[in-house]
């Protein structure tokens, strides 16, 4: 399927070796009866599900060495969740953001959020995942994060962080166990309409953040005040969608046996979902300090 995260990469699991059954029909006895809703891919059929029929196996997932499982998802995750924990700490405590280091740790901040972005798209258009490229945006990516966390904790409310951690996880927790009981089903209508939501959403922050660099103030106020907190809503409204399509990704994975290198797209489109939420309850929990 093609990838669900926020940088709307044009691919997801490889689609060049031999594993592009997640694109295909889903096939009898696989993760979910019907169409796979991201059936776009020429590359059309699982080559496990047609070797299996051919033996008179039902066409489930192949159990072949070095295919990808939920420990592998699991394991690359917290890596590359880990390494966005440890910069981020270190930045908080390396840069400090008071009057006097504000502007060198905020330029620092904004350099590591641009390196992160590019190497977030680069991988995102190449045709097999780079532990290295996903690594590396998870470091700058913390980076980024530990000077804002710190900025808006010394400025805006010393508990801001835990809370937006606090519900990042809960976000985290409440879709997963929603996708769990199958209360949240993604389909061909589910994954459109997100998509088409995220980009106009992006397109209009995007809008928004030159208006307030060559006008100044708060652009057009889609981050402030009470438009701020409903654009806010919107934002994690999106990611928790996005975590359901990532979610949806790892159970086509490992349904179709993708190959154990792939696990690491898995934590790369959760890693971004995740600092995607994160963020948005960071400028909520701002706007809220604010306005007491």
Sequence with gaps: MRSSNPVFSRRGFSRDNGYA????????????????????????????????VQQGVPPQASAHTGAM???????????????????????????????????????IGIGAALVAFVLAMVQSFKRKASPALILGYAAFEGVFLGVISSAVSTYVTAGAVPQAVLGTMAVFAGVLIAYKMRWIRVTRRFYGFVMAAAIGFVLLMAVNALFAVFGGGDGLGFRSGGLGIVFGLIGIVLGACFLALDFKQVEDGIAYGAPREESWLAAFGLTMTLVWIYLEFLRLVQIFAGED
Excluded: H
């Design 21 to 52: 059954g997640f694109n295909a029909q889903q096939q009898a006895g696989g993760p979910a009866a019907g169409t796979n809703p991201y059936a776009t891919n020429p590359y059309a059929t699982n080559p496990y599900a047609q070797q299996d």
């Design 69 to 107: 499982t939920i420990d592998d998802v699991v394991t690359r995750t917290a890596i590359t969740l880990g390494t966005v924990f440890v910069t981020a700490t270190l930045a908080w405590l390396l840069l400090p953001v008071d009057p006097a280091n504000l502007g060198k740790s905020y330029g």
